[in-house]
């Protein structure tokens, strides 16, 4: 559908998308998603409709349609290959499996076939680190790609075959959790006690209603749960303040969009245990006294939407969700499934709520904090899969017995992805507090140049601290173990990441947007050899700049491949350095920076011109 046409049948079409919505501006995200897949993009004319049967003005609904990187204001093909462009599948075979993709299709890597039939194009990571690598064509995951498989799999939609058709020939017969298991590998190496190993259905939400809000509270307090994405806030703590809050509607938010490269664990416990999830978070509703709640589900993971749907139908079915849950009165509380739409500044929580509310991706100013004013302004608990699972399991088994599990400050049982350089990549359950070392044994690591733990916004150390423990207060990690042999280019690694937060930043305020350009750049110099000793203070000054003044996690923790690594591997960096010619240090055109990031932000210049202060 070119930009300049739009039929009043497909304008009809699209009112009708909004209706099925109420003509919510609030679901504005669901309307552009259903709008993206009938018409394989979002038109100027559909915008406009849009815009009027929302009540919100047109450059409203640009703002989201052009944020998200799933939304496209230019037609794609009827088949959208999307193939996953993080370093694990880079060092997996990644070069090949484009090449043969752009000869089988005869388009290069960003094009549309002249026919309207494929579009071709790089995705950061999706999640399936443990099998690059991989690639999402339409709403179908396809993993451990060859350049064999990808001339077999051209030929097939080349014929017609649908996207489905390549995972069987009977994918309309299968059930969803069928569905989801023919495409992905869970790849569960170890199952340990509380998440993956053996656990009856809704046990915890039974022996939840027979306490107060409060006694369900004080149990997760004294089990010493903490937050698992990363950051390890006190789950109890955050359940109460929530609880206190007084207010007329209160929401559940589960982040189900763990974008961090090298992260899967929570697609493993959304396929294995969805249940559990749901469980944890109707326990959670009834502990602070809300009534209705959302799943944000990554882009990346719509493979499993209707599993998910098909879950929450069961449990509306069986009396776990709804009106006066398992029949205790006045409890009521249900969910709705959000599906996200690429972008990964959505993992932060305040981004997360502006998806959810139909807005671009954007962090939200803190204070307030959402358990008092978050989800349309109503307090709002927000934590991820694994911390909603750990808690449904806690009410079950007892504070006690989660919290003599680990080690001090950090209790309990921790999903690890791990991928790499390493024989067996995949999930494992495992107590806090074991060394990196220990890891990379079960995992056949052992001969690993370095170690990524928690992503790129984590920690890369190197052999002489792998025993270093997997803890909250040593090595705290969402879940990521990266693991690199010593063929592997640090610096290679290094500016990867930092092209990764450059492409993710939401483009909101100054450091991140445009000093992550500038480290890029600077790393770049180091590959190239063309950096001096002033370079390396450089590179820390900067970094130091962007973590004290971004406006939330991501710039806070986007030079941290180059912190880290300058810390544990400082021989790289100097084996690169050059004394400068005539002691002139070379400079950055900023305004060649920020023309890149602004292009890669998605943003007109006249935002950037904009007095946010006001």
């Excluded at 849009?50 to 990187?69: H, I, P, Q, R």
């Excluded at 589960?254 to 899967?264: Q, Y």
């Excluded at 009165?329 to 972008?343: H, T």
Aim: net charge negative; proline share 5%; with cysteine.
């Amino acid at each position: 559908m070119p930009q300049s046409e739009a039929t009043p049948a497909q304008q009809d079409h699209v009112a009708q998308i909004c209706a099925q919505y109420q003509n919510d501006p609030h679901r504005m995200l669901d309307i552009l998603r259903d709008v993206q897949d009938q018409f394989r993009c979002i038109s100027r004319q559909t915008m406009k409709t849009v815009a009027a049967k929302t009540g919100l003005t047109e450059v409203a609904v640009e703002g989201v349609a052009s944020f998200y990187a799933f939304l496209s204001l230019e037609p794609k093909g009827r088949v959208t290959i999307r193939l996953c462009d993080d370093i694990v599948d880079r060092f997996a075979g990644l070069p090949d499996v484009a090449a043969t993709f752009e000869k089988e299709l005869g388009i290069t890597i960003g094009q549309t076939s002249a026919d309207g039939a494929f579009s071709l194009e790089y995705t950061p990571c999706i999640g399936m680190c443990d099998q690059a690598p991989a690639a999402m064509i339409n709403d179908v995951v396809l993993t451990t790609l060859t350049p064999e498989k990808v001339r077999e799999i051209a030929k097939k939609l080349k014929e017609g075959k649908r996207p489905e058709d390549l995972i069987s020939h009977r994918f309309d017969d299968l059930t969803p959790h069928e569905r989801a298991r023919r495409m992905v590998k869970n790849n569960i190496k170890h199952a340990g006690a509380v998440l993956l190993g053996p656990a009856p259905d809704d046990a915890g939400l039974k022996k939840a209603l027979e306490q107060t809000p409060s006694q369900i509270i004080d149990q997760i307090e004294a089990s010493g749960l903490r937050g698992c994405g990363g950051a390890g806030f006190t789950t109890g703590r955050k359940w109460r303040f929530a609880a206190q809050a007084e207010a007329d509607r209160k929401f559940i938010i589960c982040n189900a969009d763990e974008g961090e490269p090298g992260t899967f664990k929570d697609r493993v416990l959304l396929t294995e245990r969805p249940h559990l999830l749901i469980e944890g978070m109707t326990i959670a509703a009834g502990a602070v006294g809300a009534k209705e709640g959302i799943l944000y589900l990554r882009g990346e993971y719509v493979y499993l939407r209707e599993l998910i749907e098909e879950v929450l139908a069961e449990r509306r079915t069986k009396g776990l969700l709804g009106k006066d849950i398992l029949g205790a009165d006045g409890f009521d509380f249900d969910i709705r499934l959000q599906m996200g739409a690429g972008a990964y500044i959505c993992g932060e929580e305040g981004a997360l709520i502006s998806s959810c509310e139909g807005l671009p991706g954007e962090p939200k100013t803190r204070p307030p904090f959402p358990v008092t004013c978050g989800y349309l302004g109503f307090p709002t608990v927000v934590n991820n899969v694994e911390t909603f699972c750990h808690a449904a399991r806690i009410l079950d088994c007892g504070a006690k017995w989660f919290f003599d599990m680990g080690t001090a400050g950090s209790h309990g049982t921790k999903l690890f992805s791990v991928s790499g350089d390493c024989i067996n990549p995949g999930i494992y359950e495992l107590p806090y507090g074991l060394s990196v070392r220990e890891l990379l044994e079960m995992a056949g690591g052992e001969d690993a140049a370095a170690v990524l733990v928690g992503g790129p916004s984590g920690t890369m150390i190197a052999r002489d601290t792998f025993d270093r423990k997997l803890t909250f207060d040593d090595l705290a990690t969402g879940g990521a173990i990266v693991v690199f042999s010593p063929e592997r280019n640090i610096l290679e690694i290094v500016e990867y990441y930092m092209s990764f937060f450059v492409h993710e930043s939401c483009g909101y305020c100054t450091p991140c947007r445009v000093g992550n350009v500038f480290l890029q750049k600077a790393v770049a110099k180091f590959r190239q050899g063309l950096a001096n000793p002033a370079d390396i203070a450089y590179l820390k000054d900067l970094s130091a700049t962007i973590i004290e003044t971004s406006r939330c996690g991501l710039g806070m923790t986007s030079p941290n491949p180059i912190l880290s690594t300058l810390e544990n591997f400082p021989l790289v960096y100097s084996a690169m350095v050059k004394p400068p010619k005539d002691r002139i240090r070379a400079t950055f055109d900023i305004q060649s920076a920020i023309s890149d990031a602004r292009v890669l932000a998605k943003r007109r210049s006249s935002i950037y011109d904009k007095d946010f202060s006001k």
